[in-house]
């Protein structure tokens, strides 16, 4: 993760400062042995399916004699949890000094999901050959770190007997936070507020990212100045000291840190010259900002559920009209849907056991209204294996159900919150539920609807509505917070937005991949935001 220190004061820490970096490395096991002199020479590369095509991304060293090498190199790769990143990872015994792959011996290869890998944390694998049978003995074995320093700083800072700098009054006392640049030059990472009308201030605690203060160096020298405002924009200097974050971490609750704030000019000219004042540090404090990376690579499991709506509106499933109706190429809006967001979702479960529900229908035998049931009509264990298993499910259930009404969200809502309420008495980061509706119109319940999302709202879940055909989606855009706070009809709050709504006409014309990213874009923030709002780290976390 980069961090860059704006020049302004930062606003709160978080994603805005993460440009996301998975470091991985690279180990194999009783590689084939292509010498007949010696053992394999073997090196490792990287490719990435750009557009249907293998680029060819990074290559390790090669390891001499070696037939269960341990890369030094390690491969770094731009992580995007909404997009499908397929890798391969090709292992050759090194012939010649030629940088053509044809002229090295192939080992066997292993291709994957960079999803799958960080799911996991670390993956050993079969290494195969062209064929797609066994390389003999080989495997290979890939781990994923996050690159990032993903520590911040909070500070709580006050002064004591600084310069008086105007005529009529006190300071106005406020302090910037610089740290060395590349140039040489200081380069400003903070600056606080303005306290007006005093020599003794004491400023707002604030947090900064620990790369933007001091690059990360604990021992790394950084300077504090201390100015009076000037609404003109000539601010005075009241004085000013260096130090290092090491320093300031020497301050605590209960015995707080002296520094004196110097002005160079008057300890030149007074010889009995003390200081222009005490900066004093309240509190320092080092903590982490976990992203999004650091509780899927912590062992979180993302716990994905799909809502069918089967009522009605939707059309005769046995005539081309209508939305559930299969095309000659074997789909239609509901399954291009299931395929975008689940082929996603499931490198982050490791099952791949998915509860999948549909509701307004009537079912056999008594042809009762259902607003929630399994699909594969077995309400006891209602998974279907994969998205594979969803889509052949929903394929079945299609002429054994009767399409009705009306269009209830709210109980299947509650169905995935009953799951969820009981992943928070483990009081650990271990699982987030998502919920998949997709759905042709009109909510009936929409205050059950709201009243259930609220509640949701509270728990570790996220809920995906994609909107199919050509219906008027208001109520939905209403449900999706991101312009107000939705309140429930007693005019409860959510305490944060979980729902996003995705109206499935806007991407029929553009790459299967888009919707994906645009049903999926808010994911990873809902994730970190809950967590962090629980207090709870990844499983797995340093201290910092």
Known sequence: MAYTAPPSPPGPVGSQYCVCKVELSICGQNLLDRDVTSKSDPFCVLFMEVNGKWVELDRTETAVNNLNPAFAKKFIIDYHFEEVQKLKFALFDQDKSSTQLYEHDFLGEFSCTLGTIVSSKKITRTLLLGNGKPA???MITIAAQELSDNRVITLSMAGRKLDKKDLFGKSDPFLEFCKP???GKWMLVHRTEVIKYTLDPVWKPFTVPLVSLCDGEMEKMIKVVC??????????????????VARLCEAQDASPLELECINPKKQKKKKNYKNSGIIIVKSCKITRDFSFLDYILGGCQLMFTVGIDFTASNGNPQEPSSLHYINPLGTNEYLSAIWAVGQIIQDYDSDKMFPALGFGAQLPPDWKVSHEFAINFN????????????VQA????????????PTNFSPIINHVARFAAQATQQE????YFILLIITD????????TRHAVVQASKLPMSIIIVGVGNADFAAMEFLDGDNRVLRSHTGEEAVRDIVQFVPFRNFRNVPKETL???????????VVQYFKHQNLPPINSEPA
């Open 136 to 138: 003999g003995k080989g």
């Open 181 to 183: 640049g590349d140039d």
């Open 227 to 244: 100015y009076d405002y000037d609404s003109d924009g000539g601010h005075d200097f009241i004085g000013e000291f260096q130090t290092s």
């Open 379 to 390: 309400p006891r264990n209602p998974f279907c294996s994969g998205v594979e298993g969803i």
């Open 394 to 405: 929903y394929s079945a259930c299609l002429p054994h159900i009767r399409f009705y009404g």
């Open 428 to 431: 650990t980061a271990s699982q």
């Open 441 to 448: 119109g009109v909510i009936s319940d929409m205050d059950e």
């Open 516 to 526: 994906a990213k645009a049903v999926l874009a808010e994911l990873p923030q809902q």
